[in-house]
C-alpha cells in the first residue's frame, strides 16, 4: 500500500500474539463472566479478535473517550464522547485499548469506572508506548511495547482513517497534513 512508511507489527503476529493473551486472560477469569469495555474508536479492531479467542463467558459495552483532537500529540484534555450503556456494578470489567501512550486517558477512565462500583476494573492494551508514560497506571495485559512514533493501522488512526488496516504501520509522511 501506498500510504505504509514501515510495518510494525504485521497481521500475522498481531493474530498470534492475540492468542496468547486470550489463554492468559481466560484462566485468569475461570469461572466468571467478562465485561469488555471498548475504547471506541481505536480498541474495535482488537475487542472484536479478542473476544473470538477467549473461552469465558462475555458481554460487550463502549465507552467513547478521548484526550486526542485531531494531532497526534496528547492534549491531556479528556473528555466522555459517549457513555456506557449497561450498569457495570457487580461486573468484571476488562478495558480494551488501542494504545496507551501518556496514560491520561486511562487513569481518567478507570477512576470514573471505580466509583460505579464493579467487581473489578483491568485493563488490557494492544500497545504500550511505555516511553511517555506522565502517570502510573498499571495494565494488566499488553500486545506489544509500541515506540515513540506515531501509529496507525489496526484501530489506530490518523485523522480517523487507516483503522480498517489489519496491520500496525508508520504512515508515509506525505499523508500528515501540516
Ligand atoms: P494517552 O491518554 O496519552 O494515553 O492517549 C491514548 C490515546 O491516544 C489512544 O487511545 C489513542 O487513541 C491515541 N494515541 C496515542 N498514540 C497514538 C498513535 O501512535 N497513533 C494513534 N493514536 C494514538
Ligand atoms: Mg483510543
Redesign the pocket.
Known amino acids: 500500500m501506498d500510504v505504509v512508511e514501515r510495518i510494525l507489527i504485521s497481521e500475522e503476529e498481531i493474530q498470534a500474539r492475540i492468542k496468547v493473551l486470550a489463554k492468559e486472560i481466560s484462566q485468569q477469569y475461570q469461572g466468571e463472566t467478562i465485561c469488555l469495555l471498548c475504547?471506541l474508536k481505536?480498541?474495535l479492531m482488537f475487542l472484536t479478535d479478542l473476544a473470538k479467542q477467549l473461552t469465558v463467558p462475555v458481554t460487550f459495552d463502549f465507552i467513547g473517550?478521548?484526550?486526542?483532537g485531531n494531532a497526534?500529540k496528547?492534549s491531556?484534555i479528556?473528555r466522555i464522547t459517549k457513555d456506557l450503556e449497561e450498569s457495570i456494578e457487580n461486573k468484571h470489567i476488562l478495558i480494551v485499548?488501542?494504545?496507551?501512550?501518556?496514560?491520561?486517558?486511562?487513569?481518567?477512565l478507570v477512576k470514573n469506572l471505580e466509583s460505579r462500583k464493579p467487581a473489578s476494573v483491568r485493563i488490557c492494551t494492544l500497545?504500550d508506548?511505555q516511553i511517555?508514560?506522565?502517570v502510573d497506571i498499571p495494565i494488566d495485559y499488553v500486545g506489544f511495547l509500541?515506540p515513540d512514533?506515531?501509529?496507525?493501522g489496526y484501530g489506530?488512526?490518523?485523522q480517523e482513517l487507516y483503522r480498517n488496516i489489519p496491520f500496525v504501520f508508520v504512515l508515509k509522511s506525505d499523508y500528515y497534513a501540516n
Not at 512514533?149 to 496507525?152: A, I, M, N, S
Open positions: 475504547i481505536g480498541g473517550i478521548s484526550s486526542y497526534t496528547s491531556g479528556v485499548e488501542d494504545i496507551i501512550d501518556s496514560g491520561l486517558t486511562l487513569s481518567y500497545l508506548k511517555n508514560r506522565e509500541a512514533e506515531f501509529l496507525v489506530l488512526d490518523y
